[in-house]
């Protein structure tokens, strides 16, 4: 998601570069990233992810303890020796019955980094798993496998997040995520970490200034700063938990390289932060390294690194995961617009044909066609989508926007790629109900939406046939309509309530633009619910508090967790979505081993 602030960051940065970027040094604080390299071996915790029926990924990072008079290993340093890295998985929390067991060995090429692809497990188990070196051992982490398995159907209940800055809050969303007992896994859809220093660039709440800062405290633009970013992010403490807890589905957005990108620029890449895909492969390299991250296999058909992945659960249903980053057309843009990324429509032939162009691709057409084979599979009643940015159309009214007479849409997301979109709604709404139902489950915009996907819609169209639902979630941290609105010139200042009032006033006149937006909430932070049983699939929306003038910002209130505000759902065979009692109960039923 782009804001004002973003625009001012980026007219800020030239100042930047001459002035605030001598006050922060480019290096790095040692002693600050040192800290969690100096807390063990495995000061940075553990994690797993990408759960299949049968395999699990298991990651840790291990910082060898420097000999007296050496420097500390810390992440991005290139320093330490190689070592022995043993792991475990088991049945048991105290190993007793061991699933499986071997030993790695990490060094400086990997940023010590290790990643263990465990295979020959049990479905819909739990596991515990642990790593020891040069007699250290690790924290326990908690994982499962999926159920996936012929003939059976079991419960299946994730966390869907997004947006993750570190400088935007603590992350109260993942510790009440870590908190529960009842999922599978969590579903992070993109912008886990972000690329921004703490300088003019810093992103988030000012009273976190000195509280919460990013290492590195530049923009990260090369392998060291990404290293550090991530290495950040595993020193978190709630973040740390949730690693613990579950396993993790995850899918890099725009934020992991840099704002807004494109398949060869970003609006955050400058002349002088050297060659984009220079940095993105240095983004990428560390992603790999620091997330518990199975790259797929190679020779489906796609263009540059295939990281577009499916996953199965049986009859119940399956969860393709998208990568639309990599190889998208350049978004079009207008100069001169007050939100970075917004493009009226409905003016110029123009910018509406260059929206329109099917030349133009979000996906690449090899993973677009790979997603519409997958969505016609039968056999399976939900066809679930791990996906970065908005499918449904969003048309934004002018007035919300300080811009009044125009209509604005995100040409970031699916609504600037309208020809992919139409392409992948119409073969949707053309499948048999053998084929089952699609759900998307998307982030980027910080914002909780629940949204009919219309095939074809004009402003306030109320009849319309739908191809199937969205859900999308709010950010688990970045700044939302809330915070962005009120920083405009309009509302800087105002109480929190004048500002909770205007956001929802937006709200409510952007779903007169778009009835198919049957639910927004653009103030709160937190995490999303999704359960999915044969019959339906619920989205239970835990937001933050509404922010008041007695506490106007629960995001730096590191005791104010996300709790339960409300739940949608959509029942088998109506692609459409409906009301929902919630929260949801107990799982109908356990994984072995619980
Ligand atoms: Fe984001």
Redesign the pocket.
């Known amino acids: ?1 782009t804001s004002p602030s973003l625009d001012r960051r980026t007219l800020l940065k030239g100042v930047a570069a001459a002035t605030a970027a001598l006050a922060v040094p480019r290096v790095f604080d040692p002693a600050a990233a040192a800290a969690p390299a100096s807390k063990g071996i495995f000061g940075y915790g553990i994690a797993s992810g990408d759960p299949t029926a049968d395999s699990v990924v298991i990651w840790t990072r291990a910082t060898p303890p420097a000999r007296p008079g050496e420097p500390v290993a810390t992440p991005g340093s290139g320093l330490g020796r190689p070592i022995p890295v043993r792991w475990q998985v088991a049945r048991d929390r105290r190993f007793t019955r061991l699933a499986a067991h071997g030993t790695v060995m990490t060094s400086p090429d990997s940023d010590h980094t290790v990643k263990v692809d465990v295979t020959g497990l049990d479905p819909y188990t739990r596991y515990y798993y642990r790593f020891q070196s040069l007699g250290e051992l690790s924290d326990v982490g908690r994982t499962q496998t999926a159920g996936d398995i012929a003939g059976e159907t079991h419960a299946l209940r994730m966390a869907l997040v ?2 993750s800055n570190y400088t935007g809050g603590y992350f109260t969303a993942y510790r009440a995520i870590a908190a529960r007992d009842d999922l599978d896994f969590v579903l992070h859809v993109g ?1 886990y970490i972000y690329e921004y220093g703490n300088g003019a660039d810093r992103y988030g709440p000012a009273a976190l200034a000195g509280v919460r800062d990013s290492q590195p405290p530049t923009e990260t633009i090369d392998l060291l700063g990404y290293r550090l970013r991530h290495a950040l992010h595993k020193a978190d403490p709630d973040c740390r938990a949730a690693h613990q807890a579950l396993p993790w589905i995850t899918i890099f ?1 725009d ?1 992991e390289v840099a704002n807004n990108s494109w398949a060869d620029g970003a609006q955050n890449h400058q002349p002088g932060e050297g060659d984009y895909l220079a940095r993105r492969a240095q983004a990428m390299q560390a992603y790999l390294e620091w997330m518990p991250f199975r790259l797929p296999d190679q020779s489906v058909p796609h263009q540059g690194t295939r990281f577009f992945k499916r996953f199965t659960f049986g009859d119940l249903g399956d969860l393709s995961i998208l990568e639309t980053r990599q190889n998208r057309s350049r978004q079009v843009t207008v100069p001169g617009v007050p939100f970075d990324g917004f493009v009226p429509v409905g003016l110029s032939p123009a910018i509406d044909g260059a929206i329109a162009s099917p030349a133009r691709h979000l996906p690449e057409p090899e993973q677009l066609a790979w997603l519409k084979d997958g969505l016609a599979q039968r056999g399976r009643q939900w066809h679930l989508l791990g996906n970065q940015v908005m499918v449904a159309p969003v048309l934004y009214p002018g007035a919300a926007l300080g811009a009044p007479g125009y209509t604005f849409v995100n040409a970031d997301q699916w609504d600037g790629y309208t020809a992919d979109r139409t392409s992948l709604l119409t073969h949707l709404a053309a499948q048999p109900a053998a084929a089952g139902d699609a759900v998307v489950l998307t982030g ?1 915009i ?1 914002a909780s939406f629940s949204c009919d996907l219309p095939v074809t819609s004009s402003p306030g169209q109320a009849a319309y046939t739908s191809a199937g639902v969205e859900f999308v979630c709010p ?1 688990v941290t ?1 700044d939302g309509f809330y915070e962005v609105l009120g920083s405009t010139a309009q509302l800087k200042g105002q109480p929190a309530e004048v500002v909770v009032g205007a956001t929802r006033q937006a709200i409510g006149a952007a779903q007169q633009l778009n009835p198919w937006l049957r639910y927004i909430d653009g103030v709160s932070h937190g995490f999303v619910v999704i359960d999915v049983t044969p019959e339906r699939v619920q989205a239970d929306y835990h937001h933050t508090p509404v922010p008041t003038s007695a506490q106007p910002d629960p995001r730096i209130v590191p005791t104010v967790l996300p709790g339960y505000t409300r739940s949608l759902q959509t029942l088998a065979g109506t692609r459409r979505l409906s009301s929902a009692a919630g929260p949801v109960g107990p799982r109908s039923d356990e994984p072995r081993g619980s």
Request: hydrophobic share 10%; charged share 30%.
């Open positions: 998601m997004s947006c912008d957005d934020h980027d910080h950010s970045s």
